[in-house]
């Protein structure tokens, strides 16, 4: 007869309650799962780094803690150069964004059409006694009858409103200064570990791996940290280059507030699709203040400038990488964002780079055999 013993019941279940409470505790710790993904990164980043110091005959314990001082030198030095004429513009746009909400809605009132019904004004509802109904034995014949206003909430009201519980649900870690400081701590002792020896964490992944399926393992682990270090590369040179071009960009246009702006733009490239589309929005309203024509070439700009982007500037700095479906990237973004708030935004991209390298190469060309569907192409951004 064929069954299961005790013993294979036993290890089953312990397999399965193992498997689940691994699961509750990365839901548990799931800002700190989270985070670390994201300090390995960036230490794949420092390794490709030390891997150049390396050439100088620098160590790489050495070599990486270097390149991230090199790395946070450079930020700072930037941040000290750019930080008064940020401080200065970031008050402005405090002050002078909610003004161009403003003039956008009076401008969307002023236009016949749907639009205008639903942005802004009063609501004027007539109470239960009408002017078209009889006048009852407590009301005066002669006199107007009883008009409830209702005030609508303004278009600022209802953007302030849906902001700030938007914030809430992306930005709860901004709460605590500690918090804060806690996970960039725990990022850069990670990247700088990761960075210094990848080789032994490498070998660690390989011993969960049955021998015979090593090779094959240490194939796709290899090619999920280049992705990713190509990835993340490549998305900090397009930072700087988006962040600098919307900055030229906007002061050529006369727009207020232009280096905030480009900043804000450079800083938000980080987060691929979502990011542009949210650094746009500001820079529009901000145009909007001098008029509608000019919010509308500020439009077409961060267009222009994320087509030169997407189809000149990435394909050129990431020759080899992998492919990722822009549908399929909006839809990761959305669930991670939706349950793990502005850190699943920002990882969403590379973790579905790492879910697609073995799908593509255990299954496509391992099972399927379909070789030309895992060579190297360029991955969105």
């Known amino acids: 007869m064929v069954g299961w013993r005790s013993g294979d019941v036993l290890r089953a279940t312990a397999l399965v309650t193992s498997y689940l409470l691994a699961l509750a505790l990365a839901w548990t710790a799931r800002e700190i799962v989270l985070t670390a993904f994201l300090g390995v990164l960036f230490g794949l980043a420092v390794g490709a780094g030390a891997d150049q110091l390396t050439k100088l005959r620098i160590p790489r314990g050495l070599g990486a803690p ?25 008050i402005e746009l405090r002050t002078r964004v909610p003004e161009a909400v403003d003039r956008i809605e009076a401008w969307v009132n002023a236009r016949p059409g749907v639009a205008g019904l639903f942005l802004g004004g009063r609501e004027v509802a007539a109470s239960s006694s009408g002017a078209s109904a009889p006048a009852t034995s407590g009301q005066v014949k002669g006199r107007a009858p009883v008009v409830a206003v209702t005030p609508v909430p303004t278009l600022r009201d209802r953007i302030t409103e849906q902001l700030s519980g938007t914030a809430r649900y992306l930005f709860p870690f901004l709460s605590s200064t500690l918090t804060v400081a806690a996970g960039l701590f725990l990022i850069l002792v990670l990247a700088i570990y990761v960075g210094a020896d990848p080789a032994l964490y490498h070998m660690g992944l390989m011993h969960l791996f049955p021998h015979g399926a090593r090779a094959r393992a240490g194939v796709v682990l290899t090619r999920v940290a280049t992705v ?17 071009v919307s900055t030229l960009t906007l002061l050529v246009l006369g727009v207020k507030a232009a280096v905030a702006l480009g900043v804000i733009a450079g800083l938000l490239e980080f987060v691929p699709t979502v990011g542009p589309i949210l650094a746009a929005v500001p820079a529009i309203a901000m145009g909007f203040l001098d008029s509608p024509e000019k919010a509308l070439t500020v439009g077409l700009a ?16 990431m020759k080899e990488g992998m492919d990722l479906p822009p549908a399929l990237t909006i839809v990761a973004q959305a669930v991670m964002a939706l349950l793990f708030g502005f850190l699943g935004l920002m990882v969403a991209v590379p973790l579905l780079a790492v879910v697609i390298v073995p799908i593509k190469l255990l299954y496509v060309e391992g099972v399927v055999g379909d070789v030309e569907a895992v060579e190297p192409e360029t991955i969105s951004a």
Request: proline fraction near 3%.
């Open 66 to 90: 270097l390149v991230v001082l090199a790395f946070l030198g450079a930020l700072f030095g930037v941040g000290a150069a750019l930080a008064p004429t940020v401080h200065t513009q970031a």
């Open 228 to 244: 990713l270090r190509k990835w993340l590369v490549t998305q900090l040179v397009a930072m700087v280059v988006i962040g600098v």
């Open 302 to 317: 961060y267009l222009v400038i994320q087509q030169l982007e997407g189809h000149v500037l990435i394909p050129m700095l």
